[in-house]
């Protein structure tokens, strides 16, 4: 089976643009889950979406957000972005009711 | 609120230096305890999923084992390609997942 994808892999934009960031879970998949990481806070949750639907959502301002296709397929976008967005954005698929999360190569995203 | 803690932060072991990592938790109700590895720029790779207190899993130099309040990552013999961060995540019953900080795994030949 081939792996989680996540496109693009790397990303340069400016302060106040927006940005949509997308990912192809493993096929079967239906469980797909947005995580930011930094150097300073690590892994941190963003979002999970379950059959289209947001299933539990991290400690982040609205301008962060997603949504989940039919063919499991899920994007998220970030507007107004800020310097502190600048981070590797993973995303992770899980095929409940097993829980173990398999992770796509990233984006990087540099917010100059 | 959930919690998870990792340590060292950082290890350095000679080849074939046998040695433990630490994860420390706290949870409302524990889902599963989750082992992953990540080399530099890619993604976590899975290693392990552990349940319930007392429950061990083995892969290769690997080991993880789980009691109430930590996971343990056991690393036998272990060789410079098992120089990765390792990270810890556990999921609370409402399926909220919390990563730890990782620990960075240096192996020198």
């Known amino acids: 089976k081939a792996g989680v994808t996540q496109t693009p892999r790397y990303l340069i934009k400016t302060r106040g643009q927006q940005v949509t960031l997308s990912c192809s879970p493993i096929?079967?998949?239906?469980?797909v889950s947005w995580y930011q990481q930094t150097p300073g806070q690590g892994l941190q949750f963003l979002f999970e979406y379950f059959s289209e639907t947001q299933r539990n959502k991290g400690n982040f301002p609205g301008r962060f957000s997603g949504r989940q296709f039919s063919n499991s397929r899920s994007e998220m976008n970030v507007s107004t972005l800020e310097l502190g967005d600048s981070a590797l954005y993973l995303c992770a698929s899980s095929d409940p009711p097993h829980n173990e999360q398999f992770f796509g190569p990233g984006t990087r995203l540099t917010v100059l | 609120e959930d919690q998870v803690t990792q340590s060292p932060e950082a290890l350095r072991l000679q080849e074939g230096e046998s040695s433990s990592l630490n994860c420390s938790y706290t949870?409302?109700?524990?889902?599963?305890l989750f082992w992953y590895r990540q080399d530099p720029g890619k993604g976590p790779e899975f290693l392990f999923t552990?349940?319930?207190a007392g429950e061990e899993k083995e892969k290769e130099r690997l080991k993880a084992t789980l009691t109430k309040k930590e996971s343990f990552l056991h690393i036998t013999a272990p060789k410079p390609e098992d120089s990765a961060t390792y990270l810890c995540a556990v999921q609370a019953n409402n399926n909220d997942m919390r990563f730890g900080a990782g620990t960075r795994l240096t192996v020198k030949p």
């Open positions: 552990l349940y319930s």
């Open positions: 949870v409302s109700g524990l889902r599963g």
């Open positions: 096929s079967g998949h239906r469980s």
